[in-house]
């Protein structure tokens, strides 16, 4: 649809009555956009799980990175991530918007589209938010509510000495193609170097997989990968109290990651194991399980890789192929 209209003619309320009708609504007796409050019923037996998410342009994102289409599958995406690694179902969501004065309307549409494309994807509905000007940058904040039985749900407590640690995907490919975005906006060179962009621009977010490992029973401990691996497990470990050894030469790669960094030397661990937004899960398991896991993780459709083992150290070592430790230069993103 072409627009002619600006944000200032459209004005707030006229925005919303934009944003509802993108959105399939919740069915009554439930309630979605309109009200004050809305109304949601959790299938019988279920417990709420609830996360939320903010993205600040010149934090999270760049505008001249272009792409707002994407940019709207990404705010969802991180948060269907968080669900993902709690072992949820996601049902709903709310998407609060700071918007800058004269921001072009057609660039919230291209937004609107990528976020409604995801939503449908995961069957999650939008159920309110709130919109507001900004005298800074544009401002995303999306809170997702999904459910599933209780006894199910996977804490980033519960993994012991001993077992498995496991991650989905690949590592490092979001990372590299934010380093190539930065260097060089936007200008997509060959395809290996589109799929890493890609991975930044449009994570894919494991929800198949950690509904799946969630209700077979098969993982202690769970946890995405949004700040890095070794910051996450990290995590992960700290509230299990236990330590953690990876090898690196076990931690999966992507064909195009290794095709863009051929050549250097060495090989760029520190996008591997600490560059974030990779949005893959990371889990543990005894290593009885792991014939059901590679099932589990093959009926879902994403490949999953033992990369160490969880120990009762306390610390988290990442072995390089030649047996030392690698430290990595920074753990994971910080914002302070
Ligand atoms: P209030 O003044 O009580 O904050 P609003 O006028 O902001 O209410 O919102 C009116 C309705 O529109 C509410 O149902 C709210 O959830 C919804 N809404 C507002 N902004 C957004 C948005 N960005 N996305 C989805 N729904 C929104
Ligand atoms: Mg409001």
Redesign the pocket.
């Known amino acids: 649809m072409k627009t002619t209209t600006s944000l200032s003619s459209l004005g707030?309320?006229g925005?919303?009555d934009r944003?509802?009708v993108r959105?399939p609504q919740p069915a009554p007796p439930e309630l979605?956009?309109?009200?004050?409050?809305?109304l949601l019923s959790p299938s019988p037996g279920m417990q709420l799980v609830v996360s939320t998410d903010l993205l600040a342009e010149g934090v999270h994102f760049e505008r001249s990175f272009g792409q707002l289409h994407l940019l709207g599958r990404k705010s969802l995406a991180v948060n269907l991530s968080d669900l993902a690694a709690m072992g949820a179902r996601p049902r709903w969501f709310?998407?609060?918007?700071a918007i800058p004065a004269g921001f072009p309307l057609d660039q919230i549409e291209a937004f609107l589209d990528g976020l409604a494309e995801q939503a449908a994807e995961h069957g999650v509905l939008?159920?309110?938010?709130?919109?507001c000007g900004s005298k800074s940058g544009l401002v995303i904040s999306v809170t997702i509510m999904g459910e599933q039985r209780p006894e199910l749900l996977l804490r980033r407590s519960g993994t012991r000495p001993g077992d498995d640690i496991w991650v989905s995907g690949s590592l490092g490919d979001s990372a590299l193609g934010l380093r190539l975005l930065l260097k060089d906006k936007g200008s997509i060179g060959d395809d290996a170097t589109e799929y890493v962009v890609n991975r930044h621009l449009d994570p894919t977010p494991r929800c198949g997989l950690g509904q799946n490992l969630a209700e077979a029973g098969l993982a202690s401990a769970m946890i995405d990968i949004s700040d890095g691996l070794l910051a996450d497990l990290g995590h992960l470990c700290h509230q299990s109290g236990c330590g953690a050894e990876i090898l690196l030469a076990q931690v999966p790669r992507s064909t195009p990651f290794d095709a863009v960094t051929a050549g250097a030397s060495p090989t760029p661990w520190q996008l591997v194991v600490a560059g974030g937004e990779d949005y893959e899960l990371c889990f543990t398991a005894p290593p009885a399980r792991r014939a059901a896991i590679l099932e589990t993780a093959n009926s879902a459709g994403v490949p999953v890789t033992v990369i160490g083992k969880v120990t009762d150290s306390g610390q988290v070592v990442a072995c390089l192929p030649d047996g030392s430790n690698f430290q990595p230069s920074a753990s994971g993103y910080t914002h302070f």
Request: proline letters at 0%; aromatic letters at 12%; zero cysteines.
């Open positions: 707030e309320f925005l919303i944003i509802r959105f979605g956009i309109g009200d004050d409050a809305a709310f998407l609060s918007l939008l159920a309110g938010g709130d919109t």
